[in-house]
């Protein structure tokens, strides 16, 4: 971002930092430390949800702060294809995850952003979460038997990814904080929505989010198998 914006770094640094226990947990349970139902206590699967929307959101937001979005998305891309990578690895294949699709609307908003930018401000955020809960609801509930329309929100029966985060009804959340992002960089660079603070420790982590997400796994991974090494 050509100017930081406290809070959206310690919001970020937030996120980032549940991310991490998140993982860890789920690390707990592919070592039987943790049963798999506690993927379906409520608490967590809000968190889950809460993790994922607000780096989509905070995505859109950022796309309204950088030099060049189609760098940004490049970047994102590589690192997309880097974990990707590491999850076939790991036998935990990653098909469309987060980064594949923040890669994706990163570029689209370089492209089309000027477009999605002419609906009204007024009507612009009201619409975006009206099509995110309808394709969500669709996306979710809809099998295809193409197999290659996964990425859009089109599952075919049987369809597993160990991270699935498809453009529909993902793009319209990224839209959203793009609309954000918008109301944000109009406001005064006085105003307490500019200047508002965030703890150091969470915005610094904040500013370096791309590399926690890259590295936290195998270094959570290779602590667990550690520690079941050494207690047999």
Not at 42 to 65: D, E, H, N, T, Y
Not at 152 to 161: E, I, K, Y
């Amino acid at each position: 971002m050509s100017e930081r914006v406290r809070w959206l770094d310690g919001w970020r640094g937030l996120v980032c930092s549940l991310m991490v226990l998140y993982h860890l947990m789920y690390d707990c349970i592919i070592f039987r430390w943790l049963p798999y139902s506690v993927t379906q206590w409520w608490p967590v699967f809000l968190c889950q949800r809460f993790i994922a929307l607000s780096f989509i959101f905070l995505a859109g937001v950022s796309a309204r702060f950088t030099r060049s979005n189609l760098r940004r998305a490049l970047i994102t891309a590589g690192a997309g294809l880097l974990v990707m990578a590491g999850g076939a690895v790991a036998g935990e294949p990653i098909l469309f995850g987060i980064l594949q699709f923040l890669s994706v609307a990163i570029a689209a908003y370089h492209f089309m952003g000027r477009y999605t930018d002419r609906v009204p401000d007024r009507i612009a955020p009201w619409l975006w979460a009206a099509l995110y809960l309808v394709t969500r609801v669709i996306s979710y509930t809809t099998f295809v038997e193409p197999r290659w329309l996964f990425w859009l929100g089109l599952r075919a029966p049987g369809f597993q990814s160990s991270d699935w985060v498809p453009v529909l009804p993902n793009i319209f959340m990224f839209l959203l904080g793009a609309w954000f992002g918008k109301r944000l960089l109009a406001a005064p660079k006085d105003s307490r929505l500019r200047t508002a603070g965030a703890p150091t420790w969470l915005a610094w982590i904040g500013r370096r989010t791309l590399i926690v997400y890259l590295v936290h796994q195998p270094v959570l991974y290779g602590a667990c198998w550690l520690v079941s090494r050494a207690l047999g």
